[in-house]
Structures are given as structure tokens and as C-alpha cells.
């Protein structure tokens, strides 16, 4: 697979571009194509055969573009479907994004982690299986948080209705003695600045965008598939609204990116 080809990177809608903005930070030289499903959005309350038809789907179109790589900037389609799409795809390179369980389990003092994500990520086998094998020894307090999903869809992500939506899970995380929070779905770093005033500075916020890039750059490398020179770039895709997305873009990563619909047939 040529080192010329994108990198495709999926979400169900805007959140895994702040997984996007760690790997353009990471591989500035590539090329990456981001595909937002908004006509989708939000994975976390569906099923988890939903979320899996839907990333094979994202999937097949990628590898049509000839993608030489997918990250799968989805902690909900991750636990769904990551299984799948490798059997699928055994050739690509696919990453996928785990709440950062064992970091926070090596922070806490007190013992006690919550971890914000979808109901889909908490309620996933992956996730127990996750937890059993990082942190057996720790409370991990689970938050399901839905409504920050759509807070951040609507791009309300600061002021004083970011700070109302995210005060009351933070603080029942709080009481209940947890002295590190997993932000534990890709939208919820576009809140981090809320959540982190809530929880005040002391509280580690734990987030995945940097360690996936990391991983993504080391086998590219392994695989001799490095862009090694280049300006890199980034396009814009979604299953809905084209504008929305350009502007969602704009607001959440200052990327003045032009976006297109994902043709149909794909969506
Ligand atoms: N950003 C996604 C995640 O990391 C999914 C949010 C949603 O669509 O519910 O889990």
C-alpha cells in the first residue's frame, strides 16, 4: 500500500475529530480523511449490531478510497466492532480507541476511577474485559453521558451551558471518592475545559488522542508506510449535513477545512 494514501478516520460524528487533531499534531505529513456518520449520530444508545453494520460499512468505503489505514476515533464502535472490521480487513492497518482505564488505574490515590462514555462503551464486553484485566483492584464508578454527545454536536462546548451540563456528573463522580476521570468518548475532549473546572485542577483528566496517534505512527512505520515528506492534509466527509460539519471544524479545531457529503450508495 502506497505511502501516499490517506488514513481514514471514523466517527460517529464530530467527537473523533479530537482524535484527528492528535494525529495531525503526530503525522503532519499525511493525508487523512475524516468521515463523520452524522446521519448516525449518536452510536452510544443503539445496538451494538447497529454500530458494527454501520463501521463495516465506513469501512468498505475507506478501503474504496484507498485508505492505507483506519483509526476508528470511536470508543463505541471500537467495543462493537473492531473485531469485525479486522476480520474483514486483515491487510489494513486498524486502530481503535479504548478508555485510558490503566493510566487513571496508575493516578488514582484513592482508589476510585469514573469513567464518562456512551451507555453502548460501558455496556460492552470489551469494556468489562477491559477493566478486569487493567484495574481488577480499583472501583471504577461507570457515568453514561449521552447528553454531553449531543452538547457537543450542537458545538455548545463552552460557557455557561457546557458548565451546567457537565457540573452534575462530575461532582456525583466526586462524592463517591473518584480522584481521576476517563473521558472515556472522543467528543468529550471538546468539554475538557468544563469538565476540568467542575472537578478542579488537582483531578486528572485522561484522554486517548496522543497514545492512538503514537500507535497509528508505529505501525505505519513498521510497515514502511510513512509519508516521509509532504504539507499533509485533511478532508472532510459525512453521511449528513456537509456544511454543518465544515463549520463544526471550524469551531472545534480553528480548521478551515472544506467538507463534502460521503456519496450516495455509502451512507
Ligand atoms: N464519539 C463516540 C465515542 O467515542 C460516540 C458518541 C456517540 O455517537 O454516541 O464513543
Known sequence: MPA???IGVYDSGVGGLSVLRA???TLPC??????ADSAHVPYGEKTQEYVQQRALAIADYLVSRQAKAMVVACNTATAAAIAALRARHPDLVIIGVEPAIKPAAHLTRSGVVGVFATTGTLASPK?????Q????????LFRPCPEWVLQVERGAIRGADAAGIVAGPVQELLAQGADALVLGCTHFPFLHEAIQAAAGPAVPLLETGGPVARR???QLQERGQLAAAGPGAVALET?????????????L????????QVPAGWR
Open 4 to 6: 501516499l494514501h490517506p
Open 23 to 25: 494525529i495531525r499534531e
Open 30 to 35: 499525511e493525508r487523512l480523511l475524516y468521515v
Open 127 to 131: 469494556f468489562a474485559t477491559l477493566v
Open 133 to 140: 484485566r487493567e484495574a481488577p483492584e480499583i472501583r471504577i
Open 216 to 218: 497509528l505512527r508505529h
Open 239 to 251: 453521511t449528513g449535513d456537509a456544511a454543518a460539519l465544515g463549520r463544526m471544524a471550524a469551531l
Open 253 to 260: 479545531l480553528d480548521l478551515p477545512a472544506a467538507a463534502a
